[in-house]
């Protein structure tokens, strides 16, 4: 049996209450997204990111497996595609951004997410996932993800980390497409 099975589909209702105003602010300021970039934000659940984004661009796109919220996405401005992470390099973005689910897919589609993101991502490359010691909510710690797996990972396709920053039960990493590769 794989104790992987349905982890995803149990994510819950999406990342608000997560995440305070302030530190919505901060997380979305740390980015440094400007008015013209355009952002994806990869596997985007009810679009909680995708809706803070539309104070710093007008070019924000949701891509999810489940389009439950994407009339009151686009109602709002949103783009939406409905499609697969693991399956997804149809288009390019300056930011791609993954939040709380960079551990899936490198339990899922390990290899294929990290070629689609250097196909996807012009620019940049954001991840926000849970600190593999952080307790109370999110993924079961045997999924999660250290920084350094994660920027190995990256690294090795092709991508060098500029900024990080821990919060209190998350880190984000922001990685740069290397031209050489």
Known sequence: MNPYNGHRSRHGAGNAGRFS??????????????????????GGGDGFFSKGFLSVSKNVTLLDKVDSNFKELETMGINTIIGDMCKFHDREFDTV????????????????????????????VAILDFKPDASGFGPPSWLRLSKQQVISDLVSSGFKLVREKDLEYHYLLIFEKSELR
Not at 23 to 37: N, P, R, S, T, V
Not at 97 to 124: Q, T
């Open 21 to 42: 105003p302030d530190i919505m602010k901060e997380i979305i300021d740390f980015l440094g997204i400007g008015e013209e970039d355009s952002i994806l934000d990869l």
């Open 97 to 124: 951004f993954m939040a709380n689910v960079y551990h899936d897919a490198a339990y899922e589609c390990h290899d294929s997410i990290r070629n689609n993101l250097r196909l996807i991502a012009k620019k940049n």
